[in-house]
Every structure is written in C-alpha cells, then in structure tokens.
C-alpha cells in the first residue's frame, strides 16, 4: 500500500521509531541546564507553537500532579504582563525561526525573566548567544513535530529537581520498555493500525482527562499533519458541561460521520472513569463510533510516554489508508513565506532598540 505514497510514509516510521532514544537524550540535556528548586512561588511559562509547543502541554500534565509547578503554555507572541524577574520562559521553537517565540523570547528578556532556549538554529538561536541565554540545542533536519522527544525529555530534565525524587530512574526504566512498544504499534494488524481501521474515515474527536489534555492535542495535531485530516479534542470531565449536550442532540444520520476517541489510564480518578463509561453508552446508543484506546501504564509519565507512540502510529497508518505522503507540510510552509516581508522588518526594529 505504502508504495503510492513515496518515501515519506518510511521516514516518518523511522522518525517514529528514534522516539525513545530521543526521549533520554533530550532528558539528559536538560539536566545539565536544570532549574534548582526554590522556596515560595515561582511563575513557569513556556512559549512555543505547533510541534515544538506541544511538548510544553504534555509536561504540563505531569507537573500539576506531581510538583508545585503551575506551568503555562502560551501558544501566541504576547506573554502575560504579569511576566517578572521571578518568572522563568521556555523558548521552544524547533527552527528557531517561528516569529511568535521570538516575540515572546523579547518580551520576556525585556521583563529580566530567566529564559533556556530549546531549538536547532535559526534566529532564536543567534539571539541566545549573543545574550548569554542558556539553550539546549536540537539536532537538525526533523519535521518539527518529530522532536517532540527532545522537547518534552528536556523539559523533563530541566525541571526535574522540582519532583520529590528524580525522574531519572523513572525515565530508564519506560525508555527500556519503550522500542518493544514502538515496534509493536508500528506493526500492521496491531494496536495503532486497528484504531485506525475502527476510525476509518469519520472525523475524529480525541476526549482525555485534564491532565492527558496535551496528549489528546497530541493525537489531534498528528492526524492533521500527517494524515492531512482535521480532527478535534476536548478534556474530561469539561466536555460533560457543554459538549455532552451536542451528542445527546445528534441525528443518527449524522452520528455516522464521527468517531470519538477515549484516552484512558487506569490511575484516572474513578468519577472520570465512570464519567467515560456514561459517555460511551450515550454515544453508541445515538449512533456515534467509539473507539477506546487504553494505555496499561504504571504511573502517569509512562501513559504519557505510551500515548506518544500510538497516536504517531496512528496517525501514520491512516496516512497510509488514505494513501497520502505524511511527511510535507507545505501549507504551513506557504503561511510562513507569507509572513516573510513582516517578520523581517519586526527583526529590523528589534535590533535597533536600545
């Protein structure tokens, strides 16, 4: 089948596969920048879009269950006003060269922030040395999406003095299990393919509990850049105060054009779980394809970790289904040369400034 395709169905498995080396690499190099605990309230943002962004919202869930760490991902070039010589910014831009990073990246060096830098060039890059600001350097020549390794290993690394105990050990022991996984949701007829096949052609809605919100983003982005379909996502329990009324509502005729998707670990509280059940009795009974994709893990990093590599497997077998190459994204590529004229004179005056 992947042979209508061309070679980028073949790259993006193999990029695929790379995750879990990428994962502790990217770990490791942000230990070496790590931000040391400090008593009283520190204010976390990161800045970053896309691909290199992502990374930030699927820390962010592990982080509010298990440090003191309140971080917020802007996805935007304006940071809060309330960005101070307390705060400490992540700059994540895979190219070093997204415009609405390097805004954010002024405009918290003009707030005396202290900021670390995740990137494998560009601007952002240039900026970085000539200010002394730490960076973790990427390596070059990846779609940015498949960094995500890098990105959320360092993350992980930088904050790691912010756990009760180092994810160190953690982090080892599910990068072992890691490739047997990948290797096994790469496989045709195994997990990732048959969420696929039950997905088919609907529009896909990808539900996760709050803090698994950035992983179902995650899945989201992947089916759009890779499969080159829209989807959606929504977090649990929030959607059972609005969205839950839309499903109730559908026709059976329309039923037919979605499926939803339910990430669910087993440590989840119970009510959400419950809450799921509800929603899955709702949906079949009017018509809506379910398809539950369950993550046996043993704590909320590896379920994390787990959902990684089946939604890029996922969204590579429904590339393949539909017979389209995952790896371009000219589109984005056209928005950004659109952009070029403007963003070329915003760096003009920004270097002229005092």
């Known amino acids: 089948m992947s042979s209508s395709i061309g070679p980028g169905l073949a790259t993006m498995r193999a990029l695929a596969a790379s995750f879990p080396a990428a994962l502790e690499d990217g770990f490791h190099q942000g230990r070496e920048l790590a931000l040391p605990a400090e008593a009283g309230t520190v204010d976390v943002y990161s800045a970053g879009m896309g691909g290199s962004g992502i990374a ?12 003191r760490i309140s971080l917020t991902a802007l996805r935007g070039p304006a940071p809060p006003a309330s960005l101070s010589s307390r705060s400490r910014v ?95 949701n790469a496989r045709a007829g195994g997990p990732a393919d048959r969420l696929a096949e039950q997905i088919g052609p609907r529009f896909p809605f990808v539900y996760a509990e ?8 995650r899945w989201k982005t992947q089916i759009e850049e890779n499969a080159k379909r829209l989807a959606a996502f929504d977090e649990v329990p929030e959607l059972f105060h609005n969205a839950l009324v839309g499903w109730d509502a559908i026709s059976r005729s329309d039923a037919k054009r979605y499926a939803v998707v339910l990430l669910e670990w087993g440590g989840s509280n119970p009510l959400v779980r419950q809450s799921l059940r ?47 190459d995952p790896l371009p994204y000219d589109a984005i590529s056209r928005y950004r040369a659109s952009l070029e004229p403007s963003t070329r004179s915003s760096k003009r005056a920004a270097r002229s400034q005092p």
């Open 278 to 324: 509800y929603l899955e009795r709702l949906l079949v009974e009017r018509g809506v394809r379910v398809v539950r994709a369950p993550l046996p893990a043993e704590d909320r990093l590896e379920a994390l970790v787990q959902g990684i590599s089946l939604g890029d497997q996922l969204s590579l077998f429904l590339a393949e289904r539909a017979r389209v």
């Open 210 to 217: 709050s803090s698994f919100l950035g992983l179902a983003r």
């Open 56 to 67: 930030a919202e699927l820390a962010r869930g592990i982080l509010d269950a298990e440090t």
């Open 90 to 184: 992540f700059l994540l831009s895979y190219s070093g060269n997204t415009w609405e990073t390097l805004r954010a990246y002024e405009a918290a060096g003009r707030a005396k922030a202290y900021r670390i830098v995740f990137t494998s060039g560009g601007s952002l890059a240039e900026a970085a040395e000539r200010d002394h600001v730490p960076m973790l350097p990427l390596p070059s020549g990846l779609p940015p999406r498949s960094a995500v390794g890098y990105l959320f290993g360092g993350l992980l690394g930088v904050l790691d003095p912010w756990f009760p105990e180092s994810n160190e050990e953690r982090l080892t022991r599910i990068t072992k299990r890691l490739p047997s996984l990948v290797a096994t």
